[in-house]
């Protein structure tokens, strides 16, 4: 089959490698219809999340048809039409029974080493290194998905892929940024980040009933993507300071909540943004927190900081204090996407939210080398890449 | 004679003290998640034939035998004497706290005889014996929690011998990219 394939750093390609088999008995092997590049699988081309290997198969946003079944399968049959959450459950453990899926205590085989960097190890994860499992992904034509009677979410009737396919990943990861704010009414949320990821936080922040999203970027088309779902803009490139644009537009008191939807590849233009570069380029700090310390800055006293971004290692200056003082709440993680998907997905079906507003590019999977270098590049307007395989 | 090796380990598992009681005390089961165990065979009630992979394809073998059990709660065993490794080990099944099910405490110890043996037994366990338990205790969790090992041996990657490149950044490939084929692409309704 064809599968994208991480080959280094900025370097992805697609091989003709060898068809998924079932390895374990609740496997199943799904025939993928659509998979898209997520926000997140930038970090991996940009060489920021360590243990990629040579030949690693991308992708954990994907979505297909259920080919075939693991004898210990029992709750999937061929020709079943599947979503995929990108966190790979086991069902079994405390976590799972818990909701706390991303945090399964079995699926990663190799725990040790991310025991060894964390201390205890999350789900494995699709196509996202070895520290999450080494998994192959989803951008091929096929894959094997573990646990598959636990995690693979089956859908009926003919909705269209698009509407569908970001409920493995981005749809619930901007809802549970959102979700984690403890949104009260008349609540005003600050988005920081308006890619995919920072548009469903927006959307989702309403739907959990917000009054006012106020959402930070400086790419034209982002903004005016965030200006649709319903947010009020401030453009980095147009204010002096972001920090007194928000405070100026609270009234001086802050947003009730921050969300830092960017993550560890941040940009900026302080001082300390050219110490992270620095520092990073050294390998002496491997992620750039300049969106978290904005956020946390920026935040309300009291008020709850939400990072649905993705952080790998270690930051260096976190205005600590600054948390402190104010009392802030501060809420990560992988998504728990199993417990947001039967309700997300009936939001779908129910004409509330049709996520496919995000995508700006559809492209055959063969030109995913491409798309991964339009969307680091943010080029031609490229906001969301969905893959055909 | 080296000093004796004794190596802790513990790990909870959602599942009741009895069903894992039940799960170890079955010897036979023990090669499913101690990676270096080839067999265990029962002798009688009590006794049990133990084989263990060494470096070099070679095997190491003894008869051990159950000194202590409760029901629910602990088995406790070491090898007979004139085994060519003196050891042995224990399991004791809590109920943890909050409904998380049981918790399991491993001990192992070995008498490192020196020889060949010794130097075998050295091997399996490597440098660090107590991440090899911890790692055959994950898989014991795994297997009473979930029915299988997880792994990634066996799936696919684009570093394989037989992987080919279609498709790069900026140019593209002169053949239709779908001309390899797929084994499923034709069985597929």
Redesign the interface.
Known sequence: ???V?W?GKKD??????????I????DA?V?ITSTAICGSDLHLYDGYIPSM?????LGHEFMG?V?EVGP?NKRLKV?DRVLVPFTIV?????FC?KGLWSLC?????K??MAEKLYGYSGA?LFGYSHLY????GGQ???A?V??ADAGAFKIEGDIPDEKVLFLTDIFPTGYMAAENCSIEGGDTVAVFGCGPVGQFAIRSAYLLGAERVIAVDNVPERLRMAEEGGAEVIDENEVDDVLDELDMRTGGMGPDSCIDAVGMEAHGDGLDFLYDKAKQAMRLESDRPTVLRMAIQACRKGGTVSLPGVYGGFVDKMPMGTAFAKGLTMKMGQTHVPRYLPELYDLVQNGKIDPSFVITHRL???????G??MFVKKEDGCIKIVLKP | MADPVEVNESFTVLKSPEELFAFWRRLENLPSFMKHIDSVENIDDRRSHWRVRAPGGSHVEWDAEIVEEETGRLIAWRSLPGSEIANGGSVRFRPATGNRGTVVEVTLFYEPPGGRAGAGLAKIFGEEPHIQVREDLRRFKQLNETGEIPTIEGQPSGRGPDREKVGGRKKRSAEPAHAAGSRRREVTP
Do not use: F, H, W
């Open positions: 089959m064809r599968a394939c080959m992805v390609s697609v091989e003709n490698v060898p068809d998924p088999t390895i374990n008995p609740r092997i025939k290997e040579k030949g690693d198969i048809e080919v210990g020709g086991c069902g079994g453990c405390y029974q205590d079995n699926s990663n085989p725990a040790a494995g499992g080494g998994y192959a091929a034509e096929y094997r573990p646990y055959p999977l063969d030109e995913a080398p491409n991964y270098d």
